[in-house]
């Protein structure tokens, strides 16, 4: 397959290295953010989910009808809603948006954020939990007769979905995690596995531990593997990592307002191996870079890739290698960074996987 390119859907300009400007929801930002991600090659924008943030379904709608060829990738929690109610709302927004949507589920990785909603689920329940609602909200979107669910989770009789996803058979699932419960979840439910930036090495073997899981619950075909990033890009290397220090200064002197909004050391697996990766070191491989992520206290997607576009480019290519194919890229000035990256690094990425497709049509 091709590789594809996720940015965020970002609905305010603020980030780790400045506090927004204006409204958490501020409509037009949201909009030019969209729109510059669609004019400079990306494929998808992510509507991440937060407790106190804005609706990202409704953002998603919003961005929809605006504009007709970005694809959206929403991201949900299943304590917020029941999976029947779920596979409605996204089955419309599939329609709204004419078949442009993914679902990324959240299974949740801190009990303290999680009860903010009123999630009091331990872990590795949440992860049962996750795995019975995706089940569910497939056969939802997919069942053409009234069905029943008595599972550990969830309870319901002869319901049936009139809404279909404009994408058939359905929409793509989206999933990720660093555990062996996500692995577990994830490894049987999704289409894509998301997996945040780490060394080859140990990303390899991440990688491995999904395609075990997968083939443990039976599947003979291997979830698509996404990898996120921080690209801190500079016309040359010396000005990138001249850049890259600046960005980790303002992180920084913004103090403990960035670091991880739930106190003490992250529960999540994610979190944790991003701290473990820091202590080793600041830099692995061609490009990647965990200052980032050590000064904010491993908080999601932190790690960065840093160079000239060439060389991160190249860097992205090495973890193609490997068998991501979706990279998920995130700057600190949104849309300026966004509309860089999307025209001087995807161009280069999307050419080098042309040229190999051409030598070797059955590599990819």
Request: aromatic share 10%.
């Amino acid at each position: 397959m091709p590789v594809e390119f996720l940015g965020i859907g970002a609905t305010n300009d603020g980030s780790e290295t400045h506090p927004r400007s204006g409204p958490v929801f501020d409509k037009q930002y949201t909009l030019e953010a969209a729109r510059a991600h669609e004019d400079s090659g990306w494929d998808r924008v992510l509507y991440a989910y937060g407790s106190s943030s804005p609706d990202p379904g409704q953002a998603a709608a919003f961005v929809a009808s605006k504009l007709d060829r970005l694809q959206l990738l929403l991201a949900h929690r299943p304590n917020v809603s029941y999976p029947t109610f779920a596979a409605k709302e996204f089955a419309t927004l599939d329609q709204i948006s004419d078949g442009r949507l993914t679902v990324h589920f959240i299974t949740g990785g801190s009990d303290q954020e999680q009860r903010r909603e009123g999630d009091t689920l331990t872990k590795d329940e949440r992860y049962s939990r996750t795995r019975e609602y995706i089940q569910i909200v497939k056969r939802a979107w997919t069942e053409t007769e009234p069905f029943d669910h008595h599972g550990q989770h969830y309870q319901f009789d002869d319901f049936s979905l009139d809404v279909r996803p404009v994408q058939q058979p359905r929409p793509r699932v989206s999933f990720g995690g660093s555990s062996a419960a996500a692995y577990s979840a994830g490894g049987a439910e999704a289409d894509i596995y998301a997996l945040w930036g780490e060394p080859l090495a140990s990303t390899k073997e991440q990688i491995a531990s999904v395609y075990a899981a997968a083939r443990a619950a039976g599947r003979t075909s291997m979830p698509v593997l996404q990898v996120a990033f921080r690209p801190i890009l500079g016309p040359t290397e010396s000005s990138a990592w001249d850049k890259a220090e600046a960005i980790v200064d303002r992180i920084a002197s913004r103090g403990p307002f960035v670091r991880r909004r739930v106190p003490g050391a992250p529960q999540n697996a994610g979190s944790q191996r991003l701290i473990a990766i820091a202590e080793q070191g600041d830099r692995f491989d061609r490009a990647l870079w965990t200052r980032t992520a050590a000064v904010t206290g491993g908080a999601g997607n932190s790690n960065a890739l840093v160079g000239t576009p060439e060389t991160v480019a190249a860097a992205l290519l090495d973890y193609y290698d490997l068998g991501v194919r979706i990279f998920s890229a995130r700057g600190y000035d949104t849309i300026a960074d966004a509309v860089e990256f999307g025209e001087q690094v995807i161009p280069l990425v999307r050419a080098e996987v042309a040229r190999r497709e051409r030598l070797d049509p059955h590599a990819a």
